[in-house]
């Protein structure tokens, strides 16, 4: 099986903790160049300089607020234009939780601008080079709420749609050019995410977090919440050369939550 990278520049979002860390070490094994995006610049040096580094592999990390998409577009083509960028994985932290009905307008407009729109201004600065070269893997983290709505994460199911929607009208338009754009769906995965649905539902409930996770977990065939790596796995053979034929496509990594085939 193919999954060499070498020679291939990842972009990784949210590359600072959890799932975006954890990418980006998976990447960087494959031997795929690594420059990581998030807000946090010590957060984000300390990940650079553990990233495996052999010959002539380059990592490196890039300072920005996927709030500010004009911002955010301004940098990104700057780095791409150095750098033409092959692999980017959209990843940014979801909503907070509550009910669909009752948020607020902005809560849906902050949470649209830092999905979708933020994931057009990165595509749109990225796109040209993977042109270029004929060759591109763009994959979105997002939610299993894709498939099964998750109670009291009224904003971001409406939002991972959108998302869902988005990458499947993409991998149409760009397969022609040698990219493919995926979705990967984490299940009840061990970051601050997860930290924070225990908490909203804590609220919302009035039971313990020890309470709400038993509760959780009791829906997980795997009886266990995931580690971050396991979901970087996924991703990472999406990114690979193996992957070539995989386009269009939102796989789970739940441990056999959901429900729906």
């Given at each position: 099986?193919?999954?060499?990278?070498?020679?291939?520049?990842?972009?990784?979002?949210?590359?600072?903790?959890?799932?975006?860390?954890?990418?980006?070490?998976?990447?960087?094994?494959?031997?795929?160049?690594?420059?990581?995006?998030?807000?946090?610049?010590?957060?984000?040096r300390?990940?650079?300089?553990?990233?495996?580094?052999s010959?002539?592999?380059?990592?490196?990390?890039?300072?920005?607020?996927?709030?500010?998409?004009?911002?955010?577009?301004?940098?990104?083509?700057?780095?791409?234009?150095?750098?033409p960028?092959h692999?980017?994985?959209?990843?940014?932290?979801?909503?907070?939780?509550?009910?669909?009905?009752a948020?607020e307008?902005?809560?849906?407009?902050?949470?649209?601008?830092?999905?979708?729109?933020?994931?057009?201004?990165?595509?749109?600065?990225?796109?040209?080079?993977?042109?270029?070269?004929?060759?591109?893997?763009?994959?979105?983290?997002?939610?299993?709420?894709?498939?099964?709505?998750?109670?009291?994460?009224?904003?971001?199911?409406?939002?991972?749609?959108?998302?869902?929607?988005?990458?499947?009208?993409?991998?149409?338009?760009?397969?022609?050019?040698?990219?493919?754009?995926?979705?990967?769906?984490?299940?009840?995965?061990?970051?601050?995410?997860?930290?924070?649905?225990?908490?909203?539902?804590?609220?919302?409930?009035?039971?313990?977090?020890?309470?709400?996770?038993?509760?959780?977990?009791?829906?997980?065939?795997?009886?266990?919440?995931?580690?971050?790596?396991?979901?970087?796995?996924?991703?990472?053979?999406?990114?690979?050369?193996?992957?070539?034929y995989?386009?269009?496509?939102?796989?789970?990594?739940?441990?056999?939550?959901?429900?729906?085939?």
């Amino acid at each position: 099986m193919d999954l060499d990278l070498t020679g291939k520049h990842a972009l990784v979002c949210g590359g600072s903790e959890g799932i975006g860390r954890a990418t980006a070490l998976e990447l960087a094994q494959l031997g795929a160049d690594v420059t990581l995006l998030a807000r946090r610049e010590d957060a984000l040096r300390e990940v650079a300089t553990s990233l495996p580094c052999s010959g002539d592999q380059r990592h490196d990390f890039l300072v920005a607020d996927v709030a500010h998409t004009f911002e955010l577009g301004q940098s990104v083509a700057a780095l791409a234009s150095d750098r033409p960028v092959h692999i980017l994985i959209n990843n940014t932290g979801g909503p907070p939780g509550g009910a669909a009905h009752a948020a607020e307008i902005g809560a849906y407009l902050d949470a649209f601008n830092k999905h979708l729109v933020a994931n057009q201004t990165l595509l749109q600065a990225v796109l040209p080079g993977m042109r270029a070269a004929q060759w591109g893997r763009i994959v979105n983290v997002i939610s299993t709420s894709v498939y099964e709505p998750i109670a009291n994460l009224g904003v971001s199911n409406t939002i991972r749609g959108a998302v869902a929607s988005w990458a499947k009208t993409l991998s149409k338009e760009l397969g022609i050019d040698g990219i493919t754009v995926n979705n990967v769906l984490p299940g009840y995965t061990r970051t601050q995410r997860l930290d924070q649905i225990l908490a909203d539902r804590s609220k919302a409930t009035g039971k313990s977090q020890d309470e709400v996770a038993k509760g959780m977990l009791a829906t997980v065939p795997a009886g266990r919440f995931a580690e971050a790596h396991e979901t970087a796995s996924m991703i990472a053979f999406l990114c690979s050369p193996a992957a070539a034929y995989v386009n269009g496509q939102s796989i789970a990594v739940d441990g056999g939550r959901m429900q729906s085939i």
